[in-house]
C-alpha cells in the first residue's frame, strides 16, 4: 500500500520529512531504547539532512545504515556515506561505531560480505530512507536489474553494471530494504514526474519492489506530482 502526501513545494516537503523522521525515532526510542534508521543517497535526501541536526532527541540511541553506496574510496564526495557526514552527522553527536557506512572502498566482494555480516544481527529496521530515481530506481536497484525482491533474496547485491556512474555500487536488496516498520521516499522536482506517474499505474519500477505491513509513505512536491 503507497501513501502518496503532495505539498506545494520542495520546501514544504523537507519540512513534513524532518517531522516524520523525527517523530519515528521518538516511537522507536520510547517503546525499545533505539532508532535503526537506513539512509538515502541523492540530493532530496541531503536537503532533509541539511535540517536533522536541529532536532531535539537523544542521539547516543541512533544507528545508522545505509540503503546503498557508491565504489569508491571513502572520502570521495559522491560517496553516500560523505554526503550523509558533510550534511548531517558531522553535526550529530551519534557514537561513530553506531554509524555503519558500506565500506565500498574494499571492492564489492569484500564489502558485500562485510555487510552482509553487520545486518545478520540486525533485525528489522525502524525506518527506511529512500529515493526515486528519473527511470524509477531506489537505492541502487535500477530496472532490468536484479531488484533482490524474492524471499531467497540476499540482504545485499553487488550492482557491476549501474546506467548511472559510477557503474559499481552496493545496494540493500527490495527484501531486506522492506524489513523495517515504515519507509519513507523523499521526491522532489519535475524530473520525477515521469516514475511517479509510472508508479501510481502500477508498473513495476524498482521503487515499486518495497513495501512493509505498515505501507510506504512518499512526499513529494507539486513539480512531482502534477
Ligand atoms: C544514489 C541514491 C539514489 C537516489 C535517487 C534520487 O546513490 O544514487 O541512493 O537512489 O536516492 O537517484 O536522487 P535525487 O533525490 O538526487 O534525485
Known sequence: ???WQWF??????????????????????AARG?????????????????TLPALSTDWTK????????????????DRNSKMAHDAWLAQAPIPPHQIHPMPTELGLNAAAAAYADLLR?????????????????????????????????????????APKPPLARLSLSAQRLSRTRQVL??????????PVARWKNGEAIPAAAINCDNGVDVLLDAAAWT
Not at 39 to 48: E, H, I, K, S, Y
Not at 185 to 194: D, H, I, P, S
Open 34 to 50: 533505539a532508532f535503526h534508521l537506513v539512509l538515502a543517497g541523492g540530493g532530496t535526501p541531503r536537503a532533509v539532512y541539511q
Open 185 to 194: 521516499f523523499l521526491v522532489t522536482g519535475a524530473g520525477k514526474r515521469e
Open 1 to 3: 500500500m503507497v501513501r
Open 62 to 77: 541512533w544507528h545508522l545504515y545505509f540503503g546503498d553506496e557508491r565504489m569508491l574510496p571513502a572520502e570521495h564526495a
Open 8 to 29: 506545494d513545494s520542495d520546501a514544504d516537503v523537507r519540512q513534513a520529512a524532518t517531522r516524520y523522521i523525527a517523530a519515528a525515532a521518538r516511537e522507536a526510542i
Open 121 to 161: 544481527g540486525v533485525g528489522e529496521f525502524d525506518l527506511v530512507l529512500l529515493g526515486l530515481g528519473e527511470d524509477g530506481h531506489t537505492a541502487s536497484l535500477f530496472p532490468g536489474h536484479d531488484l533482490g525482491a524474492g524471499e531467497d533474496s540476499p540482504d545485499v547485491l553487488q550492482v557491476r553494471d
